[in-house]
């Protein structure tokens, strides 16, 4: 098969790879229909993120048909249609049973926290991502979900990691009816969870980017506010102005590390693999909100230690809520949403690019041209 090949910081290709095969009976192998590029996968392609080895095929966010099932699977058939999940869940460890599925017990030999993830770091598993032809999907009964007929598969496709970690945001940001609700980014996942912050009840959503294309996406996709942080003296004391200097009631960190960042982190990261990511983000949101708010942060962030304001967090009476989206957990609701007419997940796609074309469309979204926002791969 030809798929997306990672050959170091910056460089990424097409290359023909063995097809995936079925390797344990709960197995499934997906033909994918679509991918995306996520901004967390701009981490792994910057070099950003320990362990991201040469030869992996990225890619968390596929749709596709069933090829083939192995003989244990029950729920799924040949031909079936279906939307995959980012996060690889056995679905009947302690976490799994309690819908913590990101940080299931059975999928991940490499870590204690997160469980595992398509197509991103040997941190998170190892497993091939779906910027392929075909990918294989374990678990196949836990996973991935017939899409039902009346949806369309590009909204199917923003399910599977972007909109689901942009609404658990929103969910996690412990929002009630009235509050001022600050986003930091403006990217798929903070317009997303801007979106969602109206459904939990919000009066008030503020999102905050430095980029003007994404901004104004903002105002159109999420109806939200907007502050341009490289027009202002000060962000944190922006956001005190304009929530009468008290802060915002929830702040949600739509950021994580920044996936561009600067030579030390460079160094630090790809050479020694001690970055865990600059918390920048996170640090305005627990300067921003007020005393006894909440901060809600589901980004990319690496497994080592950030450099974080507890202190300062802890003294306003903070509470932060964080983890890596359970994004198979909000397709109940989201499909609701989405069938009532609230939402249109696919209004923030911008670009469609052929498979092999793959270089062209990491460089284009890294480098923020032609308002890209959200780039669709189609093998």
């Known amino acids: 098969m030809r798929a997306m090949t990672y050959r170091g910081p910056y460089r990424v290709r097409v290359d023909d790879k063995p097809d995936p095969r079925i390797e344990h009976p709960n197995d499934a192998v997906i033909r994918v229909e679509r991918a995306a590029i996520c901004g967390s996968d701009l981490h792994l392609y910057h070099g950003m993120m320990p362990d991201t080895r040469v030869g992996h095929t990225f890619g968390?966010?596929?749709?596709?048909?069933?090829?083939?099932?192995?003989?244990?699977?029950e729920t799924l058939s040949v031909g079936d249609r279906v939307m995959v999940p980012f996060h690889i869940s056995c679905?009947?460890?302690?976490?799994?049973?309690r819908g913590l599925f990101t940080n299931c017990h059975n999928v991940n030999p490499n870590a204690t926290a997160v469980g595992g993830?398509?197509?991103?770091?040997?941190?998170?598993?190892g497993y091939d991502g779906g910027q392929a032809e075909r990918v294989r999907v374990p678990f196949a009964d836990v996973g991935p979900q017939v899409i039902p007929d009346w949806l369309d598969p590009e909204d199917a496709l923003m399910m599977t990691d972007a909109l689901g970690t942009g609404y658990f945001g929103a969910q996690l940001a412990s929002i009630r009816e009235g509050d001022t609700v600050v986003v930091l980014g403006a990217g798929r996942?903070?317009?997303?969870?801007?979106?969602?912050?109206?459904?939990?009840?919000?009066?008030?959503?503020?999102?905050?980017?430095?980029?003007?294309?994404?901004?104004?996406?903002?105002?159109?996709?999420?109806?939200?506010?907007?502050?341009?942080?490289?027009?202002?003296?000060?962000?944190?004391?922006?956001?005190?102005?304009?929530?009468?200097?008290?802060?915002?009631?929830?702040?949600?960190?739509?950021?994580?590390?920044?996936?561009?960042?600067?030579?030390?982190?460079?160094?630090?990261?790809?050479?020694?693999?001690?970055?865990?990511g600059s918390p920048v983000a996170l640090n305005w949101a627990i300067d921003g909100v007020r005393k006894g708010g909440t901060v809600?942060?589901?980004?990319?962030?690496?497994?080592?230690?950030?450099?974080?304001?507890?202190?300062?967090?802890?003294?306003k009476?903070?509470?932060?809520?964080?983890?890596?989206?359970?994004?198979?957990?909000?397709?109940p609701r989201l499909l609701e949403h989405i069938q009532a007419g609230h939402l249109k997940p696919s209004d923030i796609i911008t670009h469609r690019i052929?498979?092999?074309?793959?270089?062209?469309?990491?460089?284009?979204?890294?480098?923020?041209?032609?308002?890209?926002?959200?780039?669709?791969?189609?093998?």
Not at 60 to 69: D, R, W
Not at 117 to 125: L, R, V
């Open 60 to 73: 968390h966010e596929f749709i596709g048909v069933v090829e083939e099932i192995g003989s244990s699977v």
């Open 91 to 97: 679905g009947t460890c302690w976490f799994c049973a």
């Open 117 to 125: 993830i398509f197509g991103y770091s040997h941190t998170t598993g």
């Open 189 to 276: 996942v903070g317009l997303f969870a801007a979106k969602s912050a109206w459904f939990m009840g919000a009066g008030r959503v503020i999102v905050v980017d430095q980029l003007e294309y994404r901004l104004q996406k903002a105002r159109e996709f999420a109806h939200a506010e907007t502050i341009n942080y490289t027009e202002v003296d000060d962000v944190v004391l922006e956001m005190k102005k304009q929530t009468d200097f008290l802060g915002a009631d929830s702040v949600i960190d739509a950021v994580g590390a920044e996936a561009d960042g600067n030579f030390l982190m460079h160094v630090s990261s790809a050479k020694l693999k001690m970055q865990g």
């Open 296 to 315: 809600s942060a589901m980004g990319a962030y690496g497994p080592i230690p950030n450099l974080v304001k507890f202190g300062d967090a802890m003294n």
């Open 317 to 331: 009476g903070v509470t932060i809520h964080m983890n890596q989206a359970p994004v198979k957990r909000q397709w």
């Open 354 to 379: 052929p498979l092999e074309h793959i270089g062209e469309a990491y460089h284009l979204f890294s480098s923020k041209l032609d308002g890209c926002i959200k780039p669709v791969i189609v093998p």
